[in-house]
């Protein structure tokens, strides 16, 4: 017989990836504008890895990992932070497919949440299932 809780821990390890997905995402589209003196390294996106955990059936994530790419250097003189030849350095981070992590890393965690109701609802009512006095 398998762990009683374990539609729980995987719920929750699900849970916890959609968080970190969210969170991760949400720093990637706070700095959609965030430019540098070009020479500088740009922001760089970062992107969640998970990886499944066959041992509890749940998932975790593996590694972030920046975006890759040559950085795009654009010229924009009244820019503060412009070198002395006027150039900035743009940030690598694509807002469209943000929006799209976003919204997946949001039904991620909403179905979680979802699988873990059901399944306290079920416990609450296997409990209610034994002997009464």
């Given at each position: 017989?398998?762990d009683?809780f374990?539609?729980?821990?995987?719920?929750?390890?699900?849970?916890?990836?959609g968080?970190?997905?969210?969170?991760?995402?949400?720093?990637?589209?706070?700095?959609?504008?965030?430019?540098?003196?070009?020479?500088?390294?740009?922001?760089?996106?970062?992107?969640v890895?998970?990886?499944s955990?066959?041992?509890?059936?749940?998932?975790?994530?593996?590694?972030?990992v920046?975006?890759g790419?040559?950085?795009?250097?654009?010229?924009?003189?009244?820019?503060p932070?412009?070198?002395?030849?006027g150039?900035?350095?743009?940030?690598?981070?694509?807002?469209?497919?943000?929006?799209?992590?976003?919204?997946?890393a949001?039904r991620?965690?909403?179905?979680?949440l979802?699988?873990?109701?059901?399944?306290?609802?079920?416990?609450?009512?296997?409990?209610?299932l034994?002997?009464?006095?």
């Amino acid at each position: 017989m398998g762990d009683m809780f374990g539609a729980l821990d995987a719920a929750a390890s699900g849970v916890s990836l959609g968080k970190t997905w969210m969170d991760v995402t949400a720093d990637n589209v706070a700095n959609v504008n965030t430019v540098r003196p070009a020479g500088q390294a740009p922001f760089r996106a970062t992107m969640v890895v998970a990886q499944s955990m066959p041992d509890t059936q749940g998932v975790a994530v593996q590694r972030l990992v920046e975006q890759g790419g040559k950085p795009d250097v654009v010229y924009d003189p009244e820019n503060p932070l412009a070198d002395k030849a006027g150039y900035v350095t743009r940030p690598k981070v694509d807002l469209t497919e943000e929006m799209t992590n976003m919204l997946m890393a949001e039904r991620l965690y909403q179905a979680n949440l979802s699988v873990m109701q059901q399944a306290r609802d079920s416990y609450e009512q296997a409990l209610k299932l034994g002997p009464q006095s």
